[in-house]
């Protein structure tokens, strides 16, 4: 339980950086954090991402929403300071059991790219980064001349990495700490095979632009532990006004109160990740809370590189088609959209699935680089395929529209 001295002093952070927050309080006891309104998309939406926010601070953007305009994140020295400080304490713990010297950051763009050089040296390690605009054999070249004792990166991209070589053990990789995506345990035993090193020597860490670094796996415990001064709390898809059956019984949308976490409203954060097997473990003599794994994302966004939302797919299949159904599904961190309408042709196919991966520039970039794979657009034939079991579970997102 928080010690209510301490949510009140976070209520009135909140209400000093968001005044329109204290509107959703008017009827609430604040002596309960449990009891205070989750901040949801729509929330979000229509009161942060697309506000001015101070020129001191460093902004960071990322996917489309219904306004049709990329979001905007917003972090303080003080933030960004607080960011840095906890990958350093969780990247140098992880690193310590081996003679670490070199780090390699292939990790796209974003805050995570953009901190990366920061973060290893600051552990104390000699850093070099690629760049996300080059080729996928030029990843290979710089991985194979640096040889770098510990590499950072994203599984998309790793696995892409893997697919251009035939020798991965030649990187002399000892350590990997994965971020950005699902990476599930199977993929980091084979991932590990192929380095020619130990699963315990890949750490996977979830993290969010909005709150930083949330969880790292713990070999020695063999579940996700959160990073301290996180609230987390697993909710159920009805809380949120999601349809019931998209979580299996032993699964929850996670959802956050950040204390240290002062640009961005994170108090009852819905993340709209789904993690399995929430619950707490006793770790040195505490109980704290953990998860089993994180499964997919909810709502209107997944990850492919960079977060990309239902808004950007839209947009892009609305400039060819009036009518249309749409359904997407992520496979193995794969994005795969299903579109069903009369006016579809190959062509038009294939300009939507273009136009998708250049509504974020850097995911076009990438792509055609082959550092991360294609977004998949493909024609309905027989809408009832979307009806059976094992389609259902794995489509995550369905639309329809009609332009008038």
């Known amino acids: 339980m928080v010690e209510k001295e301490r949510l009140q002093t976070k209520i ?29 998309r729509e929330m979000l939406e229509k009161h942060y991402y697309h506000q001015d926010f101070n020129p001191a601070w460093k902004i960071y953007q990322t996917s489309g929403t219904s306004s049709n305009k990329r979001k905007k994140i917003a972090y303080s020295k003080e ?20 003679p670490i010297r070199t780090a390699m950051s292939d990790m796209g763009t974003g805050h995570a790219a953009n901190t990366a050089m920061e973060v290893f040296k600051s552990v104390g390690l000699i850093c070099e980064d690629i760049p996300y605009h080059l080729p996928v054999q030029d990843h290979v070249k710089l991985l194979k001349q640096f040889r770098p004792d510990c590499l950072y990166t994203m599984p998309s991209i790793l696995e892409s990495i893997l697919s251009a070589t035939d020798h991965p053990e030649q990187f002399g990789i ?5 971020v950005g995506e699902v990476a599930s345990a199977e993929w980091q035993k084979k991932v590990a095979s192929r380095l020619g090193i130990d699963r315990q020597d890949i750490m996977d860490t979830v993290g969010s632009i909005e709150i930083g670094t949330i969880a790292y796996y713990s070999h020695e415990h063999g579940c996700y532990l959160f990073v301290e001064d996180l609230v987390p709390e697993g909710i159920r898809a009805e809380e949120v006004g999601l349809n019931v059956d998209l979580l299996r019984e032993d699964e929850r ?10 640009t961005f409203p994170a108090v009852r954060f819905v993340t709209y990740d789904v993690v399995r097997g929430f619950k707490p473990i ?23 590189g960079e977060k990309i939302s239902f808004y950007d797919i839209e947009e892009a299949a609305f400039r060819y088609l009036d009518k249309a159904t749409i ?17 579809i042709t190959d062509l038009i196919q294939k300009q939507i699935q273009l136009d998708i991966q250049d509504q974020i520039p850097e995911i076009g970039i ?39």
Do not use: C
């Not at 009135?12 to 989750?38: A, G, R, T, V």
């Not at 933030?79 to 081996?98: M, T």
């Not at 000892?174 to 994965?178: A, D, G, R």
């Not at 657009?377 to 079991?389: A, C, E, L, R, Y």
């Open 366 to 404: 990438m792509i055609r680089n082959g550092i991360l794979d294609e977004i998949q657009v493909n024609i309905v034939t027989d809408p009832k395929q979307f009806q059976t079991d094992r389609v259902k579970k794995k489509v995550i997102h369905h639309k329809q529209w009609e332009r008038h």
């Open 12 to 40: 009135n952070e909140m209400i000093n950086y968001f005044p329109w927050y204290k509107d959703y309080l008017s009827s609430m006891k604040l002596d309960n954090l449990f009891q205070l309104p989750l901040i949801t």
């Open 327 to 343: 359904w997407i599904q992520v496979d193995q961190n794969k994005l795969l959209v299903w579109i069903d309408s009369p006016f």
């Open 174 to 178: 000892q350590k990997v700490i994965l």
């Open 282 to 304: 006793q770790v040195a003599g505490k109980m704290v809370p953990s998860f089993q794994s994180l499964v997919k994302r909810v709502g209107t966004e997944w990850k492919h």
């Open 253 to 262: 949308i996670l959802t956050l109160t950040s204390f240290s976490r002062k």
């Open 79 to 98: 933030d960004d300071q607080e960011y840095l400080d906890k990958k350093v304490q969780i990247y140098a713990r992880f690193l310590r059991d081996k």
